[in-house]
């Protein structure tokens, strides 16, 4: 077993011995779960285990499957895991399925508290979750210097990620999956004064009425760090492929972002959308988005409107730089209507060519 240079400071410091669990039952899994060290393992044998884990203080704890070819599945519960204050947390090669609230719950035990650090989940499933209402794939608050990479979400009533006070995120080569009977609001949410966020390689089909929502509404009290006068700050949406649902994207109480080099197909209503939900006083307007490099199809009969707009925003600080446009039922009536002018953009060639 490696070693990662954090626990190896721990065990040094602390004299604690770090332990590697082999679970392969319900009930090896609950023993282990009441012993649990610092710098623990858990091997999961495959099959599938019940869900409604908790897990609260461990440090840099790694709970993985034993053969990554055969992922255990957590099922059933409300929640699949729910881990609070638990910095260096890894997940490995999980399989979370048919949770009626959340199918992963990560947070730092409440607003008052530090935030948690250095947390990967790689490789994860996370299906079938709600079905309707506000419940997450993934459900992540106050952690900082996180790592999403891989994992596959397919079927969830709130959002596949959602993020509540978050910085310094990457998530990257994820895969998010619109189910018929899942009410799905977004793909990613970034919120609650997010920033430092990151969504590079991923792909989004029906995922939800706005696939990628940079920003959103959350209750003042729930902001991370309090008093932040942005929903999402500094969030970049690179190289991603984003097929179908109502729009592309939504920027909602933004106040920096960067939407480049993303492959949009056949949005349904609108390309992007322009939002404030937040209205208390003093909060930054939705403003300073650059969108750059884009291709974009999509047809007239659908699109009439490609930015949507609402009021209380900044819509002139945006910038529209470079992308294609292509309506593919209309080439001809490609050029959109944008809140400013685009420099270099080029319209009415397939950009699929």
């Known amino acids: 077993m490696r070693v990662r240079p954090f626990l190896l400071a721990l065990i040094v410091a ?5 332990a590697t669990h082999r679970i392969g039952s319900d009930t090896e899994l609950r023993s282990s779960l009441r012993s649990l060290q610092e710098g623990d393992v858990l091997l999961i044998a495959p099959g599938v285990y019940s869900g409604g884990h908790h897990v609260e203080g461990i440090v840099n704890l790694t709970v993985e499957a034993l053969d990554p070819a055969q992922p255990p599945r957590f099922a059933g519960g409300t929640t699949g895991w729910h881990f609070s ?42 299906e079938d979750i709600g079905p309707k209402g506000n419940h997450d794939g993934i459900k992540i608050s106050g952690l900082t210097d996180l790592v999403i990479c891989g994992c596959r979400i397919t079927g969830w009533g709130g959002q596949g990620i959602d993020l509540v006070g978050c910085h310094r995120v990457r ?33 989004f089909d029906d995922a939800g009425e706005r696939p990628l929502n940079v920003g959103g509404s959350t209750g003042l009290e729930f902001f991370r760090p309090p008093g932040a006068r942005h929903e999402a700050k500094d969030v970049v949406v690179r190289g991603n ?112 060519d």
């Not at 602390?14 to 770090?18: D, E, I, Q, S």
């Not at 997940?91 to 035990?109: F, M, T």
């Not at 990151?198 to 792909?203: R, Y």
């Open 85 to 126: 204050r638990c910095p260096g947390l890894c997940l490995r090669h999980l399989i979370v399925s048919g949770q009626s609230v959340n199918g992963l719950n990560l947070d730092e035990g409440g607003t008052a508290r530090p935030a948690v650090t250095g947390v990967m989940l790689e490789n994860l499933t996370v």
């Open 241 to 352: 492929r984003i097929r179908r649902s109502l729009c592309a994207a939504a920027f909602v109480g933004v106040d920096g972002a960067e939407f480049s080099d993303n492959t949009v197909l056949h949005p349904k209503r609108w390309i992007f959308r322009i939002l404030q939900e937040t209205r208390a006083e003093g909060f930054t307007p939705c403003r300073n988005v650059l969108v750059s490099g884009n291709r974009i199809v999509f047809r007239r009969d659908q699109v009439v409107t490609e930015v949507n707009i609402g009021d209380g925003t900044a819509p002139e600080t945006f910038r529209f730089e470079g992308n294609r446009w292509f309506a593919e039922d209309r080439p001809q009536a490609s050029r959109p209507r944008l809140p400013v002018a685009e420099t270099d953009g080029v319209h009415g060639q397939d950009p699929r």
């Open 171 to 203: 998530i990257e080569g994820c895969h998010f999956t619109g189910k018929t009977g899942y009410s799905a609001s977004a793909g990613i949410q970034i919120k609650g004064g997010s920033s430092g966020v990151t969504v590079e390689n991923c792909d």
């Open 14 to 18: 602390t004299g604690t011995k770090a």
